[in-house]
């Protein structure tokens, strides 16, 4: 079955303890993002990769960091959380950046809790 | 930069239609998505448009017109599995989603 797995589904961590959320397509897409998603804020892009290793910033950035080190792979690590990074988060991938008919695939949400 | 404006909430009854607008501005256009997403669910690709027109899918309709920075999805014979959020979302050299539309679908 085609599908994008994010782990964990919900986590609660405190504060300056780092983490990493991972993130598996075995859809063989080239491009594969990360959203957060906040109440009346919608989705907003964190990172997103056209390819293994290569990876850019999307609009909110700060505080995260990716790597693409296989094409399946694309890892969400938070360095040292902070409360304002209580978020949604999920990974979605697609065929090309993004494919043509729009069509991301998205993980079912990863729920973050920084105390 | 980009910017997407849809209506925060709407409702409507079951076997009705409803028609969920999103107006934009933009310095660049390559097609317009429009995505489901239950509550706690994941986000789910329901249309897309690149060219002016309606496009249909079932008792989905979606309608862009380029010239006019406006785009609606249009929802026929309404089911109560319809009560969702709607997200519209702008790509240019990256997709940029709206806030959404929360709709909720009564008996």
């Known amino acids: 079955e085609a599908q994008v797995t994010q782990n964990p589904r919900y986590l609660i961590t405190v504060t300056g303890k780092k983490l990493t959320v991972t993130c598996s397509q075995n859809m063989n897409h080239e491009y594969m993002s990360w959203y957060r998603q906040d109440p009346g804020l919608g989705l907003r892009q964190i990172y997103y990769?056209?390819?293994?290793?290569?990876?850019d910033k999307g609009d909110v950035p700060e505080g995260y960091k990716v790597s693409r080190k296989e094409k399946r792979n694309f890892p969400l690590i938070l360095e040292s959380p902070s409360p304002n990074q209580t978020s949604l988060y999920f990974c979605?991938?697609?065929?090309?950046?993004?494919?043509?008919?729009?069509?991301?695939?998205f993980g079912e949400g990863s729920r973050l809790t920084v105390l | 930069g980009q910017n997407i404006d849809q209506p925060t909430e709407m409702t409507a009854t079951e076997g009705a239609i409803v028609q969920i607008n999103c107006t934009y501005q933009t310095s660049g256009f390559n097609g317009l998505f429009w995505y489901q997403q239950h509550a706690g669910e994941a986000p789910t690709f329901l249309s897309y448009?690149?060219?002016?027109g309606l496009e249909e899918k079932g008792r989905f309709s979606s309608f862009l017109s380029r010239s006019k920075g406006y785009s609606y999805l249009l929802l026929k014979e309404l089911q109560m599995k319809d009560s969702a959020s709607y997200l519209c979302a702008l790509r240019d050299d990256k997709l940029i989603f709206g806030t959404g539309t929360r709709l909720q679908v009564f008996p």
């Open positions: 448009n690149v060219l002016d």
């Open positions: 990769s056209m390819n293994v290793e290569v990876t």
């Open positions: 979605a991938s697609s065929l090309a950046s993004p494919h043509p008919t729009g069509e991301l695939f």
